[in-house]
């Protein structure tokens, strides 16, 4: 977004500029322009992508749009690639249609230069740009114009999405570039520094008119003559945003999801990476941006995981659990504790849409909607938190009216594998994993152990200690069972603290690594919030 000084310096006015809102590629070893990037600057997130002949997830876009799940590897990265298009520029195909009836024109024009001059190197030929432009219209269902651009010049295409942005033919445009080599050299042959190889390439732009942008609160990466396609000076400034600030340490709901179990645990990978390249100290995100982003500019898929915290630490302490654990098919929601280096406890909510149909048609329709809307009234995110990972759906820009909010740039969905990505996720599963007791568990075994010194057959989760007839004796044996049943040493004051099974199996779930006894089971389905 730019701020309301910051005007570029050009002889037409506001009508005739183009913002960049977004900006996305796939190139030779690079996934995006991130991947891109990296290698340049020699940092030390510097990794190659392999480019498999077989994807990552192949019924990624079958699943969403019915397309056929052996689609060309072409029209694969151009569908990819515009999908973390929208990503960057925090869209999603549901915001596309609420705020801009879905009118996005589609511009596909050659990429020359890159590959000019390099033997078996061609541009894309119209028809298959054609084609590439109606392949994503028709898959993110835009209704605006779908162009084959046939000038060899790259600012032709920009040009082209520019008069029809302005002229009113549409509110959005992608304007991508297509080159292509049909023998790319193999991906354990880097190139030379400064040396590029032939291979094909993509790279997209989202445009939208500059003064639209300005008034919409986007994040300007670049401000375009629309005429001419040229960049014009000086660059944006930093965000003017209106409305309060969230509070510093308010709770805030963080939700990732994915096509599958896998790609969900390599978002959380990405995620944890992420915030720990963060510099320290420096004030450069806020945990309310970041589930801002996670909310509102992500799509929502079938493998879910949320979770309430207060910090980023205790976000990602919280979420590192969840890489190790295994990728179990469920019908219910797999809910785990953890206690945060803040003392806080945190629940991780996981689930899968896909085996949970009855629960979403209870969740869905006004009934849902007004469940919803008294969890927020009483600020229950624990339960909205639920809600969502059942397949409810959630109004998240009422949870933050009033609130001054930013899009950050976060990891974007794993389309590519790394090659420490693959090697991670082909480790031997049967390895010694860290896991966390279940509460279920934990109270399953303490009532077996309470029944036993009280001499009774059944007790109720909220029946006291001390007054089904236990004393201090009873309860150093039962601190003595509880260490040698669930290995967590409590101290005497518990028994006083939580004094009822429902209590007490909470504090030790949180304080036990792991539960062996009489096979024990690690994970359970929690009933729906009705």
Not at 258 to 284: D, E
Not at 335 to 358: E, I, N, W
């Amino acid at each position: 977004m730019l701020r309301s000084d910051s005007t570029p310096h050009a002889a037409g006015g506001s009508e005739d500029r183009l913002a960049i809102i977004g900006v996305s590629g796939r190139y030779w070893l690079s996934d995006d322009t991130v991947a891109l990037w990296n290698p340049l600057m020699d940092t030390a997130d510097a990794e190659p992508f392999a480019h498999p002949a077989e994807p990552f997830d192949p019924q990624f876009f079958a699943a969403s749009s019915g397309l056929h799940a052996a689609l060309d590897p072409l029209a694969r990265s151009f569908l990819e690639t515009t999908w973390h298009l929208l990503e960057a520029a925090g869209q999603t195909r549901d915001s596309l249609k609420q705020q801009y009836a879905s009118d996005v024109g589609v511009f596909v024009g050659p990429w020359q230069g890159l590959f000019e001059g390099i033997a078996g190197a061609t541009a894309a030929a119209p028809p298959l740009q054609a084609d590439m432009a109606e392949l994503v219209a028709q898959h993110f269902q835009w209704s605006g114009p779908r162009v084959a651009v046939d000038s060899a010049a790259a600012l032709s295409t920009l040009c082209l999405a520019g008069r029809s942005l302005l002229e009113g033919r549409c509110k959005l445009a992608v304007a991508a570039g297509i080159g292509d080599a049909p023998q790319p050299l193999p991906v354990d042959d880097p190139p030379r520094s400064g040396f590029f190889q032939p291979a094909h390439g993509l790279g997209a732009v989202l445009l939208k008119p500059w003064s639209r942008a300005l008034a919409d609160g986007d994040s300007v990466l670049a401000v375009l003559d629309a005429s001419t396609g040229a960049r014009l000076s000086p660059d944006p400034g930093p965000p003017s945003v209106t409305g309060a600030a969230a509070p510093a340490c308010r709770p805030e709901i963080l939700v990732l999801s994915a096509n599958t179990p896998v790609a969900l645990r390599l978002l959380v990978r990405r995620l944890l990476q992420h915030l720990r390249r963060l510099p320290s100290g420096a004030k450069v995100a806020s945990l309310g941006d970041l589930a801002y982003t996670l909310q509102s500019c992500r799509e929502e898929m079938n493998c879910r995981l949320a979770l309430v915290v207060n910090s980023l630490e205790d976000l990602a302490y919280s979420l590192e659990p969840t890489l190790a654990q295994p990728e179990v098919v469920t019908t219910g929601v797999r809910k785990a504790m953890v206690l945060a280096p803040s003392g806080a406890p945190v629940t991780l909510y996981q689930g899968d849409l896909r085996h949970s149909a009855p629960v979403r048609s209870l969740l869905s329709g006004s009934a849902g909607d007004a469940m919803v809307q008294a969890l927020l009234s009483d600020g229950d995110l624990e339960s909205v938190a639920l809600y969502w990972v059942q397949g409810g759906r959630v109004d998240w820009a009422a949870l933050r009216a009033g609130q001054r909010l930013r899009k950050l740039p976060l990891p974007l969905y794993p389309f590519l594998l790394s090659p420490s990505e693959r090697q991670w996720l082909e480790a031997d599963p049967a390895a010694p994993q860290a896991t966390r007791a279940s509460p279920q568990a934990v109270e399953s075994a303490l009532t077996a152990i309470w029944c036993d010194l009280l001499g009774l057959d059944r007790i109720g989760r909220h029946q006291n200690f001390f007054e089904l007839g236990g004393d201090s004796q009873l309860g150093m044996h039962l601190i003595s069972r509880v260490r040698d049943a669930l290995q967590v040493d409590l101290p005497l004051s518990t028994l006083y603290e939580t004094p009822t099974l429902a209590r007490m199996g909470e504090k030790i779930a949180f304080l036990a690594p792991s539960l062996d006894a009489a096979g024990a089971e690690l994970d359970y389905e929690e009933g729906i919030i009705l």
